[in-house]
Nanobody, 126 residues
């Protein structure tokens, strides 16, 4: 089992920044990829980006490139999502997820992930 605990959400004005954290514990040796997703009310869960734990390869959804940055602190088993130039349309619940799948081709699919955090609300005011 893997436990994921997110933090760092909140209310920010448009143009501002937030950094989300996702701390992993448990059987993390089984995890190959750590992903970030978001879900706005009435919408489907949307892929934000993913980090490959071994090798630190990072892949973003096209719409997130340039404003969002994923990083990690392996000593703390923590993955971060730095969000800059936030827009009202970025308002969502943000989730981190962990999966043992082997191919980056599966990373965009929420069904590929085995474990999920509880989610953290990000609200961007105009």
């Amino acid at each position: 089992q893997v436990q994921l605990v997110e933090s760092g959400g909140g209310l920010v004005q448009a143009g501002g920044s937030l950094r989300l954290s996702c701390a992993a514990s448990g059987s993390i040796f089984s995890i190959n990829y750590m992903g970030w997703f978001r879900q706005a009310p009435g919408k489907e869960r949307e892929f934000v980006g993913v980090l490959k734990r071994r090798g630190s390869f990072i892949y973003y959804a096209d719409s997130m490139k340039g404003r969002f940055t994923i990083s990690s602190d392996n000593a703390k088993n923590t993955v971060y999502l730095q969000m800059n130039s936030l827009r009202p349309e970025d308002t969502s619940v943000y989730y981190c997820a962990a999966g043992g799948f082997g191919s980056i081709a599966s990373a965009r699919l929420s069904s590929s992930y085995d474990y999920w955090g509880q989610g953290t609300q990000v609200t961007v005011s105009s």
